[in-house]
Every structure is written in structure tokens, then in C-alpha cells.
């Protein structure tokens, strides 16, 4: 018997790049998870017009159009269930959930943030990486809690920070990785394959791609040779 798929609901608020990357990865016949409604907090969110042009419902429901955030959540929540959504994926919602709506959706709503979790909450993610000088940037898939990207980590992944990279050029490197991540992140969490055990994620249980821990600058980039080899 076929399991049925996952039932996904996707917020936004701008351009919806990795709501693409979710509708597109969606099409597959094997991908457990199907895109059924796409909601913007705001009404002239370019991926709203690319949800449709995908053939995506998609909707707004305007965070300044109610006297509280509980009203506008109450929207929101009676949209998701209309359609019987499963689970709720923020890809670029860029407005605050309060603990009460999490709590309803508990388990239940993913989020996916241009770090390496739990390092760089909240804005300005790339500016304040570089000034850190770190050296590995990336970014995380994770359950969503009241707390702000905080949460069960799901997946993750990580790039380069290059010589003379800007926020910009940074952002674009992290991005490409997102395209890939979301959608892998969201079919492990559709099947099971990544489950909440506590407040950390369970599985999956396959093999990691990559044993070696992962150097940049490369080791031996200056004598030529890894101090650690023999």
C-alpha cells in the first residue's frame, strides 16, 4: 500500500527562492511531500506570482490587516487546515510567530536559515559571519520553536568563507546550498526518517557523506605538506 504523502504548506514573505527549489523537488513521483498552498504575509511578495505561475495556490493573508498577531495567526491556522495541511515549511517568513501558534503546530513547522545553528540567529546572517571571520559558513534546516531559529537541527550544510567575499557574494554561495538542503531536509522529515526525540532530531540513519572533517584553508596550503600525514 502506498503511504500518502505529506501535505505541505509553505510560508514567505519575498522572493520565494527556496519555495521553488521545495515545488520543483515536489514534482518528483517518489518525493513523499506535496506542495499545496503557498500563504505570503505580504501582498507584493514576488513568490506569490511564481507559486502561480507553477501552478501552486497560492494566497496572501496581510499581517497589518488585523488588530493582533493572534488574529493573524488564527487566519493563518484556519488556511492550513482547510486544506489539511501536514506540516508548515517558513522559506523566507520574515514575521514572528507567537509561542501560541507554535505550540498549535508543535513538531509540525520547519524553518531553513542561512547559518550553521546554532551560531548567527536572527539578521543580517552573512555580515555578521564575516565579521566574525569565520571560515565555514552555511546553513540549517530545523524545527521550528517559540524561540527565534532555535529548534531541533534536521540538516545541515556548509561552504567556504573565500578571501575578499562580501555579504552578497556569501549569501549567493549559502543560497545555492539551500536549494539543495530544503528539499532533502523536508523528505527526511516527511517519511520519519528525521523524528524529534526530545529536543534533538533522530536519525536518519544513513551513512554521512563525508567521514574526513572538512579544512579551509586547505591543511598544508602553506608548507605544502599536512602536518598531520607521516
Same mark, same amino acid.
Given at each position: 500500500?502506498?503511504?500518502?504523502?505529506?501535505?505541505?504548506?509553505?510560508?514567505?514573505?519575498?522572493?520565494?527562492?527556496?519555495?521553488?527549489?521545495l515545488?520543483?523537488?515536489?514534482?518528483?513521483?517518489?518525493?513523499?511531500?506535496e506542495?499545496?498552498?503557498?500563504?505570503?504575509n505580504?501582498?507584493?511578495?514576488?513568490?506569490?506570482?511564481?507559486?502561480?505561475?507553477?501552478?501552486?495556490?497560492?494566497?496572501?493573508?496581510?499581517?497589518?490587516?488585523?488588530?493582533?498577531?493572534?488574529?493573524?495567526?488564527?487566519?493563518l491556522?484556519?488556511?492550513?487546515?482547510?486544506?489539511?495541511?501536514?506540516?508548515?515549511?517558513?522559506?523566507?517568513?520574515?514575521?514572528l510567530?507567537?509561542?501560541?501558534?507554535?505550540?498549535?503546530?508543535?513538531?509540525?513547522?520547519?524553518n531553513?536559515?542561512?547559518?550553521? @545553528?546554532?551560531?548567527f540567529?536572527? $539578521?543580517?546572517t /552573512?555580515?555578521? !559571519? &564575516?565579521? #566574525?571571520?569565520?571560515?565555514? +559558513?552555511?546553513?540549517?534546516?530545523?524545527?521550528?520553536?517559540?524561540?527565534?531559529?532555535?529548534g531541533?537541527?534536521?540538516?545541515?550544510a556548509?561552504?567556504?568563507?573565500?578571501?575578499?567575499d562580501t555579504?552578497e557574494?556569501?549569501a549567493?554561495?549559502? @543560497?545555492?546550498?539551500?536549494?539543495? $538542503?530544503?528539499? /532533502?531536509?523536508? !523528505? &527526511?522529515? #516527511?517519511?520519519?526518517?528525521? +523524528?524529534?526525540?526530545?529536543e534533538r532530531?533522530?536519525?536518519?540513519?544513513?551513512?554521512?557523506?563525508?567521514?574526513?572533517?572538512?579544512?579551509?584553508?586547505?591543511?598544508?596550503?602553506?608548507?605544502?605538506?599536512?602536518?598531520?600525514q607521516?
Amino acid at each position: 500500500m502506498t503511504t500518502p504523502k505529506k501535505r505541505v504548506g509553505i510560508l514567505i514573505s519575498g522572493r520565494g527562492s527556496n519555495m521553488l527549489s521545495l515545488i520543483s523537488a515536489a514534482r518528483a513521483p517518489d518525493y513523499p511531500a506535496e506542495i499545496v498552498c503557498v500563504v505570503s504575509n505580504r501582498p507584493n511578495a514576488e513568490g506569490l506570482a511564481k507559486a502561480q505561475s507553477e501552478g501552486v495556490l497560492a494566497c496572501t493573508i496581510d499581517g497589518k490587516a488585523f488588530d493582533s498577531r493572534e488574529a493573524f495567526e488564527d487566519a493563518l491556522d484556519t488556511q492550513f487546515k482547510r486544506l489539511g495541511v501536514d506540516i508548515i515549511a517558513c522559506a523566507g517568513f520574515m514575521k514572528l510567530l507567537t509561542p501560541g501558534f507554535v505550540k498549535r503546530w508543535h513538531d509540525r513547522m520547519i524553518n531553513i536559515h542561512p547559518s550553521l @545553528l546554532p551560531s548567527f540567529k536572527g $539578521l543580517d546572517t /552573512h555580515e555578521r !559571519a &564575516l565579521e #566574525a571571520g569565520v571560515k565555514i +559558513a552555511g546553513c540549517s534546516v530545523h524545527v521550528v520553536r517559540a524561540e527565534v531559529d532555535s529548534g531541533p537541527i534536521i540538516a545541515q550544510a556548509a561552504v567556504p568563507v573565500l578571501e575578499g567575499d562580501t555579504p552578497e557574494s556569501l549569501a549567493a554561495r549559502v @543560497l545555492e546550498a539551500e536549494h539543495r $538542503l530544503y528539499p /532533502h531536509a523536508l !523528505a &527526511l522529515f #516527511a517519511t520519519g526518517q528525521a +523524528a524529534v526525540s526530545g529536543e534533538r532530531i533522530a536519525g536518519p540513519q544513513v551513512p554521512i557523506n563525508q567521514e574526513k572533517a572538512l579544512f579551509w584553508p586547505p591543511l598544508g596550503s602553506i608548507s605544502g605538506r599536512d602536518p598531520n600525514q607521516t
